[in-house]
């Protein structure tokens, strides 16, 4: 069987253009005993993704040139030589960015669309709910009451931060955005303030939002807003670092906060996460955002973009920030 694979052609000097990527044909092996193949429908496309179009060592292994990215993805099982999957299941894996792949089927997970359609176990019921889930729950260790400041909170991961927090009991929740209209639909999420990023200084508009100051800070930019966040946090505040998409283009070595001292004095804790280390959370995280779906306290956005040849559009466009809520491209 043949399979459309996108492929990274060039490592991107700054920002991605679309001849860092090509499409190429390829023919695929024959399964080998524990493989299954799936035929993609959607697939993600992630801020992480453009750090690992770096050759550089971080905590995933760079893109390789010349061979397909990968990422998550949902599809269905057309061929199976694997006794956990039969041909019609659909799954949930890791090879996006192609039309068809051959899975590992330890590395695949069944999912149910009786439940909730595919590209959800790719935001709300995937990785990216147990990213916001465990940032705030584990990593910031909120507590009830706590005031929540949420950058980059009209994206994926950071509106259901946001949600969840106001389910679980904050007493304020305040987000970032990048343009009037996201502003707007984080109000209509229940965030109790909002703003654009653009429209003046951060620092000066999270201390108006905040007046009280704030006691956990999710990081999904960096930069001018994690330096804000230093400024109006309180004594004791917890900061989850989940992302510095700011910074994920810049070709520079780019400053640290210029404020860092100020963490001493209050005795901020500052931990970056990956949410692979938080796996253990899963069932907790997946019955609480059943639950939280079911009645409404947590809604979902999602971008859609038409067309696996247009996923390099998407994955551009995402840095952008041209979406609201997950970024899927389906296929």
Known sequence: MQATEIHLASRPEGEPVPDN??????ELPALEDGQILVRNTVMSVDPYMRGRMNDVKSYVPPFQLDAPLDGGAVGEVVETRSDAFVVGDAVSHGKGWRDVAIVDASSAKKIDLDKAKASAYLGALGLTGLTAYAGLT???QFKEGD???VSGAAGAVGSLVGQIAKALGAGRVIGSA???????????LGFDAAFDY?????????AQAAPDGIDVYFDNVGGDHLEAAIASANTYARFALCGAISQYNATEPTPAPRNLALAIGKELTLKGFIVGSYRQLSGEFAEKMAT????????????VVDGLENAPKAFIG???GENTGKMVVTI
């Open 138 to 140: 584990a990593v910031a």
């Open 318 to 320: 995402l840095l952008r």
């Open 292 to 303: 939280w779906l079911a009645d409404g306290s947590v809604q979902w956005d999602e971008t």
């Open 21 to 26: 990527f090509r499409t190429v044909t390829t």
């Open 147 to 149: 005031t929540v400041f």
């Open 178 to 188: 990048g343009s009037p209209e996201k502003v707007r639909r984080l109000q209509e």
């Open 198 to 206: 653009h429209d003046g200084s951060v620092k000066e508009q999270l």
